[in-house]
């Protein structure tokens, strides 16, 4: 027996192997695809790949164009792919790679996001779909590790939006991926119902288990299923850096004070802690730290939490994808599944970032933002208020329902012409994601600013403060005594802001590559 | 045994009766203070007033200052004339008051407000009182009907945080009242626990019962008991008037419509309905429409739902409280005791408005903001950026959570010197405290924009189609029009806006009294 065939189990379904080419007939200029994936895990990459040769070798570029939902970005070798072709017209929730952003950015995408908890939700209710003559998807591309005797369908490196896709979609076609170990027993799947038919989600704790190994699946669905060897295309590590260290030592000082206080418990509560370098920062602060026992509630784990592991200091993570690397992380965790695997429990986005969970086990949220303002309104998605990076993610699903909710960056980030031409912390975010009703704790490397229980001139003032770089800290007191001054005087104070300066300082950089103004004063905009 | 006698079933605390001067000495400058009550409902009044009296009385205006803890706003004959008084320093999290709000805006007051939600749970949590010597409230005074044997506090008309504030408090001022029946047996209470021990809020419907009718008390917190006959001053009807009419019509006929779609239930799902005119004329439609076994999961009932009670068509309503008018709310209530009671479930503010239920049950939530801008943010609490009304309140808990996330506004409002001076769909939200990613459907009574699954130039186009009033038409569709060319053109068109224009309208408004510019591209700013 191939590897492929001891893979299905359901034997039914045998007869449905077909190979990939032979997938392409399936698609249709514009219809509605549903793809499992979370992050570059767990996404279809043979048939997609073999979609895009098609479209290449063909010259069909913009004339097969496809509306596609995932449960987050996936791997660029898809996705970006199709979009350096012009095969998307629609993108949610959210993407990763410089021509899919690109096509966003000129209008040529129409992307969507959304808190990923609620994209999840909406789309199995149908939302998405509802102007369709089936209100359905059309079509979907579900990797498996392995089809159970009745069909049910083992997700690989990440569970996505599988239950929610196939709720409203008819016409399944399946990867099994022989290429990798089958990551079967690490999942935890429950098809959510639709209100008034919603369960109880019963966990917890952050390994607490509700559903099955598997997605179930009525076999009639699945259409073709391919053997695809491809593996995840997960991105390297992020390099630490002074900046991050500095943050992550703030964060574990003001961890150890809130347990001294009595406000922690001593192995603190559930982490959530978002991607890149000061998050692989803060894993590294805590894999050193005093604190044991601990668990990870998260919708991505890196690399770094391998090491977290190994420190002996985690108990258990649970979360959406298992994001590793291609190399060195999935060979470390493939050598020590039995190791790490019992640890970990990936649960379909709909659990994983689900608030009741969230605010039951009381996590602790940290997440990087574009910027934030004084009075604590966060930029998560779009540089200069308008051009879109990669989308919302979970953040604003861990950040309004944690015990604690954190938001760090570096004060500054370089300009063209300025090592430090931008600030990360403006008078007025030019876009808002998470408000000031939802943050508790700001953090740069100059500082941690706690800013529970304070009003919003409050906040302000112990954002400069504590969290401002030193060359912007005149800049950012002047605006804000301006503006107190012209806003209380009227009685209009309770958050002030000048409405014609607010956003100077963007239009400072646009225009002199540098935030530093020069005078509040002088008319410097149209 | 006098009618107050026979409501305090504890015995031994009959000792802790004094009269209501006697409880002054209590009060300290400088306090933390946690009262009962949500909305002009179950908040204690004759200590508050009492306290009142003596400043007043004794000149001490400014010389007793107290932060505020408790539920929502409440009656302004308490909060406002302590606002009167200069007898608040920090309030948190709502308020209702002129002179409450003067105070706030002229920077005297320092009020802070965050989803109701997160305020219940971090008041318990003591992340407000992290900063004292204690960690605790000095004082809380709670409102009650009854006390049971075992010193349980029976609310009265509403829950708000009495379960927290007894989480971190040691010393109660108790008021029974007397002045009106009990309302025992409405409430269900469960005090939350703490992460890791929080529970699972087991609410599958909205007359879902998990509690106790009483919250448990350490009798020996409770210093002093007062007799109150002081009744709830609520708030009169609001009258209702064309555009509301209009806009409950589009909602009505939405609704229906998903039901034709097999979206929702014949009996939709509980409803959350916000204050005010427009809400009362959504709740006026119910009442009138087509549907049947409705009901309510929401943070406040009103008059109005008497009415849709005794229209036959509402099966049980939760809230967290019962804030009906003095007059003719509570005498028709108190006149229809049995009819009514059994159908209302009370709770406190940390289950009514906890994202677990909402989710579950698939709330349709209905809110009103001051205004939205083109992308679907909107602004709650400021206006024009920066003058606090009344606070956000629990329309984040809902609008973040329910199945269907709506807001409704009328398309403009009045301004100085002209009957549509002000227009409520604008290019730029000047605050924002509900985002893109977090609503459906947006209302006026031009028209209702049904938002899911658009991109956000989809969005900001279908809403100048349908929602924005034919005056401002033209004005708005220029600015969108020309973001769109400049952004575009760069490549940072995901979400177009011009920086240097956004906000004229606003300070057009300051200026000439109306948000009718003449031309976008004369400079009109400083």
Redesign the interface.
């Known amino acids: 027996m191939s590897e492929l065939e001891s893979r299905i189990r359901c034997k039914s379904l045998l007869s449905k192997v077909v190979k990939v080419e032979e997938t392409i007939q399936y698609f249709k200029d514009g219809m509605n695809l549903g793809w499992s994936g979370f992050t570059p895990a767990g996404y279809p990459k043979a048939v997609p790949i073999a979609l895009a040769d098609h479209v290449e070798k063909n010259n069909l570029q913009g004339k097969l164009r496809f509306n596609l939902f995932i449960g987050a970005s996936v791997g660029a070798e898809t996705e970006n792919r199709w979009a350096q072709l012009d095969m998307i017209d ?1 993108r ?1 929730p959210y993407q990763t790679g410089k021509d899919i952003a ?1 096509g ?4 040529r995408i ?6 990923l908890s ?1 994209f999840a ?2 789309l199995g ?7 369709t003559p089936t ?1 359905k998807l059309d079509l979907a591309i579900i990797e498996v590790s392995a089809i159970t005797e009745d069909g049910g369908l083992v997700p690989t490196s990440s569970c996505g939006v599988i239950p929610e896709i196939l709720m409203i979609c008819d016409k399944v076609i399946v990867e099994v991926n022989t290429g990798q170990p089958s990551f079967e027993g690490m999942h935890d799947i429950i098809v959510p119902g ?3 038919n ?3 989600f ?1 966990i ?2 952050a390994d607490s288990r509700i559903g099955t190994t598997y997605c179930p699946c009525d076999p009639n669905k699945i259409i073709a299923i391919v053997e695809s060897k491809h593996l995840d295309k997960g991105r390297a590590f992020a390099e630490q850096d002074d900046t991050s260290e500095a943050i992550a030592n703030h964060i574990m000082d003001f961890f150890q004070y809130e347990v001294k ?3 922690l ?1 001593k192995n603190l ?2 982490i959530q802690s978002g991607v890149g370098s000061i998050a692989n920062a803060v894993v590294g602060g805590l894999a050193k730290g005093p604190f044991s026992n601990l668990t990870v509630y998260t919708e991505v784990l890196q690399d770094t939490m391998l090491d977290l592991f190994d420190s002996g200091k985690l108990d258990a993570a649970s979360s959406c994808s298992l994001s590793l690397s291609e190399n060195p992380g999935f060979p470390r965790f493939f050598a020590n599944f039995e190791k790490y695997a019992p640890k970990i429990t990936l649960r379909p986005l709909s659990i994983s970032n ?3 969970p969230i ?4 996590c602790i949220a940290m997440n990087t933002p574009v910027e934030f303002d004084i009075y604590a ?1 966060a930029n998560s998605t ?7 990076i990669n989308g ?1 993610g979970g953040s ?1 699903d861990f950040l ?2 944690a ?1 604690l909710s954190i938001m760090h960056t570096p004060s500054t980030r370089p300009s063209k012409t300025d090592p430090h031409g931008i600030t990360c912390v403006v008078p007025k975010a ?6 000031e ?2 943050l ?1 704790v700001l953090v740069t490397e100059q500082g941690l600013a706690d800013l ?7 906040r302000a003032q112990m954002l400069i403060d504590k969290c401002v770089h030193p060359e912007y800290k005149p800049i950012m007191q002047e605006y804000f005594d301006m503006a ?1 001054k012209e ?2 005087s009227k ?7 000048l ?5 100077k300082m ?2 400072n950089l646009a225009k002199h590559g540098t935030m530093k103004i020069k005078d509040w ?1 002088v ?1 410097d ?2």
């Open positions: 629609r949610w690109k966003i950015n000129e209008g129409r992307m969507g996001d959304k808190h609620l939700q909406d209710y149908g939302f998405y779909t509802k102007d209100g639709t209100p008034p919603r369960q109880v019963n917890t704790k206080c009595g406000r418990p509560l559930p689900a608030p009741e605010r039951r086990l009381g309104h779009l540089v200069g208020g308008t051009r879109m919302l604003g309004r329902n015990f030019p876009h808002i994601d998470h408000t009703h939802d508790d529970r229980g304070l009003a919003p001139k409050d107190k806003c209380l009685g209009i104070g309770h958050e002030p802001q409405f014609d300066r607010c956003f963007q239009m004063n008319p905009i149209v």
